[in-house]
C-alpha cells in the first residue's frame, strides 16, 4: 500500500523537455479559455442528447 506524501518536496526544481512546456501551456492556455470551455460544455450536451452525427455518415455522403 503507498503511503502518503508528506512534508516538503526535496526538490526545488523540476526539469521537463520543451515539447512538455510547451503543452503544459498549451493546456492552461485552453483552460483559461472561457469561449472553449463554454463549447465544450456545449458539445457534450449534444452527445448526451443524441445531436450528433457518426463519422461513417459522413463519410457515406
Do not use: C, H
Amino acid at each position: 500500500m503507498n503511503e502518503p506524501l508528506q512534508g516538503e518536496p526535496r526538490a526545488r526544481w523540476v526539469t521537463i523537455s520543451n515539447d512538455e512546456y510547451e503543452d503544459m501551456k498549451s493546456t492552461v492556455k485552453a483552460l483559461l479559455d472561457n469561449e472553449l470551455l463554454r463549447q465544450i460544455q456545449e458539445s457534450r450536451e449534444d452527445y448526451r442528447r443524441g445531436r450528433f452525427k457518426k463519422l461513417s455518415e459522413l463519410i457515406d455522403s
